[in-house]
Every structure is written in C-alpha cells, then in structure tokens.
RNA sequence: GCAGCUGUAGCUCAGUUGGUUAGAGCGCCUGACUGUGGAUCAGGAGGUCGGUGGUUCGAGUCCACCCAGCUGUACCA
C-alpha cells in the first residue's frame, strides 16, 4: 500500500504524561525540593549526555557501552551515552569543577535518566529521579544524615510514618560474610555475585527461593530452570541468617557480629553500621523510620560502603495475587571511589536519589495522590462573531489581572464551546450575546457548581431554562466576578 | 535472552464443531436544541480480524513461521 499512513506509537517503556500527572509530579518535586533545602543542599544540573567512559560504562574488556545504556556516536568516534542515574554525572561534574566547589559539596538534581532494559509496572525506559549527595566528606555523619533527610523526605510526601521504611547496610559487612564462608579470590568472583544477587531477591521469592539460588538452582512459575551458586548447607545457613527475623536493629548487629568474627573487613563495616545507627538514634530516626537491615544488598558496583534503601511497606487493599509490588522506591550509598577515578586525591562521597516516577505511580496505584489536573483557563465564548474584538477584550481584561483566560478559538456552535469548556477543566465560561450587550452586561456561567446541579435535573429543557450556577454582572465586575469563582473552588 | 499466555473498532470484549455483506457496550462526530456542559433519543464515522505463508470448495476460527503486548525469570552498572 502506497499510500499506509505512518502508524503513531511509541518504544515501549516510554509514556506520554498529561496535565494531571504533569501536575502531581511538580508538587511532588516542590515538597522534596524544600526538604533537600532545609538540609542545606544547594541545586546543580548537568546534561542528559554524557561521554560514556565517564559514566564508566563500557564493556568489561570490550569498547562498546553496555548494552542497559543508550548509546551512540558522535562526529568523531566518541561515544556517548544518555546518563544512567545522577550519582555518575554528578562525580564528573564535581572533578571538574573541584578547586572552584565548596568542600563537602552538598547538592541536589531532579532529571530524567534512561535505561535500556525491560520495563514493567512502575518501571520506565526514561524516568524521573530525585538525587542529592555530599562530596568530600567520609564522616558517618553525612550517611546517617541521607538517610534522616530520606525518611523527612517520605513524609513531606504525605507518606504517613510506619508506612515506609529506610533501611541501611554496609557492602563491608555482605563482603565479610562471603569471606567468613570462604568465597574469596578471583576465582569466587561469579559465585560471590550470585550470592549477593540471590540475597537481592529476598522481598520477591522469599527465604525459600533464595535457599534455592543459594544452592542448586530453582524453578519459576513458567517452568524456567535459574542455576544457583551451589553453596553446601552450612554456607547457605550463613547467608540466610542476615534474614533471620530478629525485630529490634542493635539485636541484628549483635546477631551477625558472630558471623563475621574472622572477617577484618565485616568489622569494619559493623563499626560503620553502629555508628550511623547510633546518629540516626540520637535524633530521634531510631523509632522505625530508619532500620538497619543486614540483607539489603543494592546495585553491585560503585558503593564502597553504607547502602540504603527506601520501601513503601503499604498493605495493599484486596490482597490477593494480581497486585503489584512497589518495594524500593529509592537508594543509595557511600561511593568513595567514583570522583577518584577523575582525580589524584581520595574523594570520599556518599549520596540517594528518590524514583521519583516509580514512586508516583506506585502513590497513584494505591490512591495515595491527589491526581488531580489543575484548573483550566477561563473559557471566553463567542457569540457574534462580528463581536470578536469585543471578546478579545475581556480575555485581556481577565489576563491583565493574572487570571488564566482564552478566547474559543475553535468554530462550533454554543454547545460546542461549551463541551469544550468542559474538557479544558475551566472554572467558568463568560457569555455575552445581543441581549447582554445592550444591558451592559456579561453572563457568567459556574461550571464546577453547573455540573454538581446536573445530577439534580431530569430533562434537558429543564436544564436549559433554569440555567444552573449561571448569573448576570456588570461588564465593570467581570474580573471580580470571575475572582470570587475562582476563590470558591480554591484555584491556586 | 529464556519460558508461558494473549493479539477482533479509539477502549473493554463477543463471535457456536471452519460456512453468506464481522457484532455489542463505552468513547467519538452530527442532530433533536435559531444562544447553554449532564441525561435521553435518533443518526453517523471507524475493522484488509497483528503479519506472512499453508491446509480447505470456503479461515476471525485449523497449522507453521514472524511481529507485538502481558506475566514470570535472567540481566539491571
């Protein structure tokens, strides 16, 4: 067929975004914005592209990107690559521009980041992220901070208090429990990565599927064999025991410290724990906002030591096996070697970001979002349209004193505009035809209030002749007319 | 990537053991209403049944392959 026409659709894991989500995301972005103030950070933004070894993403032992990032490239052979997350980007801002920053650096960034990898509910190829780290610093003082300002941040939301949690670990402590059961050297390297990615799915297969991946292997639901890492019983009861259902955070790290009796490096990272626990308990976070967690395991690469996690712990209403599951909605960690690898000195950094869109969505699922669309403009109808000038003119009228106002721009009748009203949302229409014009006045016509005595009228010529939430004004009171709508349905 | 399931109108779906011009609800457009949203009523537009090939006198229906979507799983720096 010659003339197909071009079929309009998009990549999956890509979404179009209206004026409600549009709407419901900035205030989000406002509340988390002035709580990332109050702390002090201050805001910067790098680019979406990036020079793709600067976000260190190629190929172990090849010079093609890794396939989860969009790449391309440029004029001269460079690639490029569409920023990942903002942890990255931030680290090669923050060497560039090092001599010329405040040192620790403290700063925030709301961006879009991509991800080529399969998407699914609440999971974008492109989506939102909300990230702020401190540079420069290796106190746990700044770990413990993140993780206060993480909880301040959930609430700010509208998130009530028990209805998440920040859960915080050291990678020291997963690292001295693979050492304590003896994975260690290179050649352990696959095994050590199973391990860890097998704890990472605790919240999704439970105790039982990890002691599977831990051992031979196991099955899924569609008959899919997954190899595990073949670790003997004695080595997998070491691992589970991180789950082990111990309540109160001081008895988890009294409870793994007997594993990591033998393990230099597990001591350490118990240390750190303590110590962020013990900051956090000192303002007062202890109470169930922030936990320590010994099986939270994170993205396996940059984080050098403190990793969090933020999860919705919602009961999902109507419980039963189709409702989705929004576990993290954002993390982080200490990533001490990342602006190190531009830079002669160590640059200790630690920092989290929120998903901000897979947040929404999981807010939105569970009704927790006011969604909203705002307030539509005015909607100024033509009658006559000889008269358009005149018409033309109350819109600047309703403009000039910062009110949200259009001429009907299309060409249907009444009804049409109307309808067109409607669906833009407007809080009112201003009509004036001949019988207006000679009074000296303008119809103003409640469309919110119009639509609430709907469902009071019967038929249509009722509806017509009682004209609901409609009255006359002077020309002279239009905009104040118009302010008093506009106040009644608290337009901001 | 691997596995399972599903592809019929913009959306949700019906379509008997293969049998004439493929249906419904919702939505959309027009009108009843020379100047009024909703409701109602009447009319209208919109589909090469995901694609290609095959079996058959005949395929939306059966078969093969491909494509897309969903779910699980893997990967996710």
Known sequence: MSDQKLKPRLPRGLVDRGPAEIAATRRMLEKIQAVYERYGFEPV???????????????????????????????????????????????????????????????????YVFRNEKPGPGRFRQFMQFDADTVGSATMAADAEICMMAADTMEALGIPRGSYVVKVN??????????????????????????????????????????????????????????????????????????????????????????????????????????????????????????????????????????????????????QDGTPRFGSVGGGGRYDGLVSRFRPEPVPATGFSIGVSRLQAALSYLGKLESTADLGPVVVTVLDRARIADYQRF?????????????????????????????????????QGSDEQQRGEVQIKDLIEGARAAGAIASNQQWRESRPAQFAVPEASLVEAVREILARHGAR
């Open 395 to 431: 819109v600047a009228r309703l403009r000039a004193d910062g009110i949200r106002a259009e001429l009907y721009l299309g060409s249907g009748k009444m009804a049409a505009q109307f309808k067109y009203a409607d669906r833009r949302n407007s809080p009112c229409v201003i009509i």
């Open 45 to 111: 933004e790098t680019p979406a592209i990036e020079f793709t070894d600067a976000l260190g993403k190629f190929l172990p032992d090849q010079d093609r990107p890794n396939e989860g990032v969009f790449s391309f490239q440029d004029d001269d052979e460079q690639w490029l690559s569409l920023r990942y997350d903002l942890t990255a980007p931030l680290a090669r801002y923050v060497a560039e521009n090092f001599d010329a920053l405040p040192k620790p650096y403290r700063s925030y960034r709301a961006g």
């Open 170 to 319: 050291n990678r020291k402590v997963l690292d001295g429990l693979l050492e304590s059961i003896k994975l260690t050297g290179p050649d352990n390297e696959l095994k050590r990565l199973t391990v860890l990615r097998a704890m990472d799915k605790f919240d999704r297969l439970g105790r039982g599927g990890v002691q599977q991946l831990l051992g031979e292997g196991r099955k899924d639901e569609s008959g899919d064999f997954t190899r595990g890492a073949g670790l003997n019983a004695a080595a997998i009861e070491t691992v589970l025991s991180v789950f082990a259902n111990v309540p109160a955070s001081e008895n988890k790290l009294a409870h793994i410290q007997a594993r990591l009796k033998d393990s230099e490096t597990g001591q350490r990272g118990l240390q750190e724990l303590e110590e962020i626990w013990s900051l956090v308990n000192a303002s007062g976070y202890g109470d169930g906002r922030v936990v320590i967690d010994p099986s939270v395991v994170r993205g396996l690469e940059y984080y050098t030591g403190p990793v969090y996690e933020i999860e919705l712990t919602f009961q999902v209403q109507g419980g």
